[in-house]
């Protein structure tokens, strides 16, 4: 049976769009690299601090976010300055005065390494964060901060858990 020109054309474009469409994989690799490439720059703004399992933070209604600073640890049993101990508690508060000399001299040590180089010209704006347990004797606290002020530390930031301003709603209306 012969068929017209018609029938023919009419077959070749039903074979054509009776094909199953495939992937194109190159565009699809291109856009998970650039998505990959995205991730990463943006998760490199994030800054956290050590985790300290044995610490309970204080809260705070706070909205800023910290920056990269020094970070002072006052643990159970000892000060640490960004994770290496510098001097047992104890000996701390034993001590007369509000210079803690072990912690000075870390601090200043890490000024040079953790600090931008804008930061090491400007003493205001020298930051250093502490992470202290909400339990910490007020003694030892104002002697860290002390020490911190000494060693060339214009800004003193504590670190706080953030919480809700819905609990800060419901205090002001117990209140």
């Known amino acids: 049976m012969v068929k017209s020109a ?3 054309r009419m077959d070749k474009h039903h074979k054509r769009n009776k094909a199953v469409g495939g992937l194109n994989l190159v565009s699809l690799m291109d856009i998970f690299t650039i998505l990959v490439f995205f991730l990463l720059v943006s998760s ?3 800054q956290t601090l050590p985790n300290a399992k044995d610490l309970a933070l204080p809260e705070s209604i706070a909205e800023t976010k910290p ?3 020094v970070v002072v640890m006052i643990g159970k049993t000892d000060i640490l300055v960004q994770g290496s101990p510098v001097a047992t508690i104890a000996d701390v508060l034993a001590t007369k005065g509000n210079d803690i ?3 000075r001299e870390a601090l200043l040590s890490q000024s040079d390494r953790v600090l931008r180089r804008t930061a090491k010209d400007d003493i205001a704006g020298r930051e250093v964060t502490i992470m202290g347990d909400k339990e910490i ?3 030892l606290l104002k002697k860290v901060m002390a020490t911190c002020t000494a060693s060339d530390y214009g800004q003193i930031s ?3 858990l953030q919480k809700s301003s819905d609990k800060l709603d419901d205090l002001q209306a117990s209140l």
Do not use: G, K
Request: charged letters at 35%; proline letters at 11%; glycine letters at 0%.
């Open 6 to 8: 018609r029938a023919r």
């Open 44 to 46: 490199s703004e994030v």
């Open 137 to 139: 004797p007020y003694r």
């Open 101 to 103: 000399p072990a912690l």
């Open 67 to 69: 920056e990269e600073t």
């Open 158 to 160: 504590l670190a706080v």
